[in-house]
Nanobody, 124 residues
């Protein structure tokens, strides 16, 4: 079965950096666009970043543009999210997701598979 396993979350001070990784299995990775979402308590799940099947196109939410970078390695079946200049408002559970949609997907309902999430906490 398809599995997406996130890692790399943790506690970091404001201004610090973290790199999240997502390891995929049970699917043909290069057939899927990949995305990172986050959900803070009491808030809706929101798209943070997405990357096309080949990695040639990416999307970043306005709130993280210039600070977060998404990348993928199709040979290793992994997608990463490099997060720099972290802010307390970045605190959330971060989810990795896979989508069969060709056009770069940015809405949760466009994704077919989800990981369990990893907590990122940014202290002020």
């Amino acid at each position: 079965q398809v599995q997406l396993v996130e890692s790399g979350g943790g506690l970091v001070q404001a201004g610090g950096s973290l790199t999240l990784s997502c390891a995929a299995s049970g699917l043909t990775f290069s057939f899927y666009a990949m995305g990172w979402f986050r959900q803070a308590p009491g808030k809706e799940r929101e798209a943070v970043a997405a990357i096309s099947r080949t990695g040639g196109s990416t999307y970043s939410a306005d709130s993280v543009k210039g600070r977060f970078t998404i990348s993928r390695d199709n040979a290793k079946y992994t997608v990463s999210l490099q997060m720099n200049s972290l802010k307390p408002e970045d605190t959330a559970v971060y989810y990795c997701a896979a989508s069969k949609i060709v056009v770069l997907p940015t809405r949760p309902e466009q994704y077919d598979y989800w990981g369990q999430g990893t907590q990122v906490t940014v202290s002020s």
